[in-house]
């Protein structure tokens, strides 16, 4: 466990000459514009064949519709909607869903209630068609704070922090997980985070190489050991849980299907990096396995039981990891017979939840969810990212322009319902007045701001920023960077998980978000060191 305090409220140096370290970065006030005329575009709306997801929803950045029901008699609806200023705002339209466009961008930020009455001919009430209530949340502003770290400087100070941890250097002692770290009761996703935490520090800090590299490939062993054997109903899968701890004993005996694949990716970063046959032999056994288990739908089952092969429940995986693991072994090593699988797989996903907006929250910690109610944005953005990061290619389903624009919606999605600007929805239960802003709520069931959550958004954003040169996207990425740096631990290095200014400063956090969050600092301080050597070059400076 880890002894560090938290730095929540510690002073630390101020090494910007800017909010945000773009050389380019247009006026805040043109940025403001922007966003202002982004949430007037309603997400994914309803109506005609297309599903409201947004039933369990409990806040809105951009302009929303409702699923209200059409009244007999009624030629026009009258919604009324009332701010957290308690004024009154009226419009009307010829359905009751609707979007809130007429008012959205006058409403302030708070709680907020609309009800959509019934008009008949004659301009009498002709009944109620619904009412909803609401958190108006707030839009992006820009200029939150500035960064406290240069990024890539924070990624390596946060990894060097693992690095050093007895919970990392026990792989060395006796190449198992610590006991006194309980998080390891979920084998997949943690020690599959030593691994990946371990070679991104390797590369960070070269004169760490060896040893680094050495806790990946012990931690990685130790996996590969556990996993299914040869001839069980799940062959080769590594476990989801381990011992009694957490959800790990109410669990016990199940495998989370998108975790397998998550572990294998890894394990063919420790081959590229080593070139030890063991680990590109371990990914293919459980690729093999995927195959066999592979539903006619396409996806998998998203919860298993080992001993029987029997699904726990009838919800089946946004099988994301799936993809990308089938994809990597037919286009970066060259395997046959992969190809199908992954193409079944990206069928299924679009035919799915890309179409009914289904963004299921699939965590080993959570039971398999009702449709809708416990929406995340982890698997939309990783979905997004994988149209982003095909663009170029001429093999994408239904051209450029088409997965572009789905991976802005999905991203318009992500930061609807999970980035919190600032000013958070109060909620007593979540501690809401304690959160560190800007920040990244995890899912429906955990509305919380974790660290990795804003890794990704971070990703996303780079990502949509470097597809189309939108600066909007650059400074939402920017800023979440700049709150990872005031999240980060300032003495130790280490990274904070929940984005708390309380206790949760002192938790020992989650391995795997920390590496996360180190990885998408990376890739973002790389993008801003390229600009600026490149802005240099032409003689212009910050």
Known sequence: MSNSSPALTLPAPDVATSWIPVPDLPPVEELQRAAAADALMPIAPG?????????????????????????????????????????????????????????????????????????????????????????????????YSRPVDEYRQSARRAMEFLFRQPHCRNWLRTGRPDPDYELYCYPSKIISGVVAGMLLYARLEPAQNATALEIARRAADYLIDCCEPAGAPLEFMPPTYAGTARTAGEYAGEIMMIYPAESVLVWLDLYDATGKRRYFDAALRVARSYLKLQLPSGSWYLKIRAATGEPVAPNQCVPMPMIVLLERLTTQYGVAGFRTGSEKALAYLEQTAVRNFNWEGQFEDIAPAQPYRNNTKHNACDYALYLLRHLPATALPHGRDAA?????????????????????????PWRTDQWITPCVLEQYAYPVPIDASAAKLIMTFQAMFEATGNMLDLAKACELANAMTRAQDFRTGRYLTYWENNERGADPGWINCAVASAGAMVRLGNLLAERMKSFKSHGVTA
Do not use: H
């Not at 302009?63 to 059409?70: I, K, L, Q, R, T």
């Open 47 to 143: 109506g005609n064949g297309a599903p409201f997801w947004n039933t369990y929803a409990q806040r809105f950045l951009s302009v929303p519709s409702f699923d209200f029901a059409e009244l007999p008699g009624a030629v026009s609806y009258r919604f009324t909607v009332t701010g957290a200023d308690e004024e009154k705002r009226e419009f009307s339209a010829s359905t009751p869903s609707a979007p809130l466009t007429a008012v959205w961008n006058e409403l302030p930020v708070g709680f907020t209630k609309v009800e959509v009455a019934g008009i008949a001919a004659d301009g009498a009430v002709c009944g109620m068609s619904g009412e909803r209530r609401f958190y108006r949340a707030a839009m992006f502003r820009g200029g």
């Open 404 to 428: 572009l624009e789905t991976a802005r919606i999905l991203l318009r999605y992500a930061e609807d319902q999970f980035v919190v600007w600032e000013r958070p929805m109060p909620c007593e």
